[in-house]
């Protein structure tokens, strides 16, 4: 049986190490600027680092460029690939094609992953971007168990599914929170704000939900009321050979990265080296993350069983 890859997205250089001690077996890194809803933010020195270390302990660091990009920006895909090319990053998420066509001239060693976040719906559309040169599809988050395990058996590439966090229900490029504070003659710095005691929430009495709301260099972010978690449900994307599952850590502290990236570790090896010893303690590691969980973030399973309505 195949064991599928755990991704974690750390918030810095520092948590690298004490995540590979937890589980990790491969981390996605970046800038805002290139990358979307980064859990943290990584400078070039700090890229470089990450790999370093990575690479020291035979892990993987897959570099997001899954921003979308305008034409003032081509140059700095072109650098900014130039760059990769020269610390060796495992591959580059992306989503524009804007990044695939440069890497094609730039970069044409680097490995590609495919990440638009809502289009990865089928496996057609999947395979036609592995031809284009992709060796991985990050498939939407609003899938269904069934789609994703049929997906996986028609697809060409690589297959990266998440497990954990919250997902984004809405982008704007425009910084729509800054721009309703000026307008009301207050001043509201842009920021990724990764302190959940500064984040603005969207609040809906009907469904008593609470939507987080950040803004960053991308614009503006409204995130799902829940927190994903299938630590319980993992036996059949395993079965299918789902090639990797992904913990995002976007808005979450350190700590709690750590101990989700722990717990994940332990019921995907469960489950490969004997399901019924899986199955008994899933529900035990479902407690423990509801435990840790912060107390206005409940958590359901997704779209893996249409539980989560938007």
Same mark, same amino acid.
């Given at each position: ?36 809803? +980064? #859990?943290? &933010?990584? =400078?070039? @020195?700090?890229?470089?680092? $990450?790999? %370093?270390? /990575? ?83 990050? +498939? #939407?988050? &609003?899938? =269904?168990? @069934?789609?994703?395990?049929? $997906?996986? %058996?028609? /697809? ?155």
């Amino acid at each position: 049986m195949q064991k599928p890859e755990l991704l974690v997205t750390p918030k810095s250089v520092t948590d690298v190490l004490p995540l590979i001690e937890a589980g990790a077996d491969a981390f996605m890194i970046g800038e805002q600027r290139f990358g979307l809803r +980064l #859990a943290g &933010e990584f =400078s070039r @020195d700090q890229v470089k680092q $990450t790999i %370093e270390i /990575a690479h020291h302990h035979n892990k993987k660091v897959y570099v997001a460029m899954n921003a979308i990009f305008h034409n003032e920006a081509i140059e700095d895909i072109e650098n900014y690939l130039a760059f990769l090319t020269e610390v060796n990053p495992d591959a580059v998420v992306f989503g524009d094609p804007a990044v695939l066509m440069a890497a094609k001239e730039v970069a044409p060693d680097l490995n590609l992953h495919w990440n638009t976040e809502t289009t990865a719906t089928n496996w057609y559309t999947c395979n036609y971007w592995g031809r284009k040169g992709a060796k991985r599809a990050i +498939l #939407a988050r &609003e899938l =269904s168990m @069934d789609s994703i395990i049929e $997906t996986k %058996e028609h /697809a060409e590439v690589e297959i990266e599914v998440q497990v954990h966090g919250m997902t984004c229900m809405f982008q704007s490029k425009r910084t729509l929170l800054g721009n309703y504070f000026e307008y009301q003659g207050k001043a509201l710095k842009v920021e990724n704000r990764t302190d959940t005691k500064e984040m603005m929430f969207l609040f809906d009495p009907e469904r008593d939900n609470k939507y987080p709301i950040f803004e960053d260099v991308n614009g503006t972010h409204i995130m799902s009321p829940n927190d994903m978690c299938i630590i319980d449900e993992l036996g059949d994307m395993i079965d299918a050979e789902i090639d990797s599952f992904k913990i995002d850590g976007v808005l979450q502290t350190s700590d709690y990265i750590i101990e989700v990236t722990k717990k994940y570790r332990k019921a995907i090896d469960l489950y490969v080296e004997d399901n019924a010893k899986y199955e008994e303690a899933k529900d035990v590691l479902l407690e423990e993350i509801e435990n840790i969980q912060a107390k206005n973030r409940s958590l359901d399973t997704g779209f893996f069983f249409k539980e989560t309505v938007y």
